[in-house]
Each structure stands twice: as structure tokens, then as C-alpha cells.
Nanobody, 126 residues
């Protein structure tokens, strides 16, 4: 069982930055790949970024490439999403997620993930 807790959301002006954190409870956290998703009102949940269990591989959806960076701190059992040059269209609830199995590579669809945090709101004003 993996428990995930997101933090770091808030209100920011367009062009600003935020860093989201996802703290995990599992002692085996370092063996899990992680994903960041977002869901805007009236839209489906979509992948934003993902990192493999060993941190060697990452994935970014096209709309955030060059602006967002996913990273993990094994010692702190935490995954981060650094978001720069934010745009109003980045406004959404952001979720981190982990799959059921360990030693996973990159998954990009919500159904590939079993464990979810409660989400953190990101609002970008124009």
C-alpha cells in the first residue's frame, strides 16, 4: 500500500513558477515509477509527466515540455514537479500517482496507476 500526499499548489500569475511535492509513505517508494496528472473542470484527467522507478527515464506531455521538470528525492520519499513559465491553461487539480507494481518504467494513462493522492489546486491567472 502506498499513500501519496501532494502539496505546493496555489495561485500564481502567468509566467510564474510553482513546485509541487508528492510525499510517499511506502518504505519501498524508491522502487516505484511515479506520474503527475492534472484535471481541469469539464476535462478528462491527463498525464503531465512521469518518471521511471530508477529515475533514468522521464516523460512529458507536449504542452509542458521545456517548462516542467519531474524529479525525485529518494532520501525524502518525495517526487517533485517544478513548473515554470506557467500559463492560464495549466490551471487544474494536480495529482501524483503510483502504479501497482514496483520497478515500473513509464506509464501515461490513468488506468495504469493504482495509488493516487488527494490532489492540489493550481490556478494561473492571466
Amino acid at each position: 500500500q502506498v499513500q501519496l500526499v501532494e502539496s505546493g499548489g496555489g495561485l500564481v500569475q502567468a509566467g510564474g513558477s510553482l513546485r509541487l511535492s508528492c510525499a510517499a509513505s511506502a518504505r519501498t517508494f524508491s522502487f516505484y515509477g511515479l506520474g503527475w496528472f492534472r484535471q481541469a473542470p469539464g476535462k478528462e484527467r491527463e498525464i503531465v509527466a512521469a518518471v521511471s522507478w530508477n529515475g533514468r527515464n522521464t516523460y512529458y506531455t507536449d504542452s509542458v515540455k521545456g517548462r516542467f521538470t519531474i524529479s525525485r528525492d529518494i532520501a525524502k520519499n518525495t517526487v517533485y514537479l517544478q513548473m515554470d513559465s506557467l500559463k492560464p491553461e495549466d490551471t487544474a487539480i494536480y495529482y501524483c500517482a503510483a502504479p501497482l507494481t514496483t520497478f515500473s518504467e513509464i506509464y501515461i494513462t490513468p488506468t495504469d496507476y493504482t495509488y493516487w493522492g488527494q490532489g492540489t489546486q493550481v490556478t494561473v491567472s492571466s
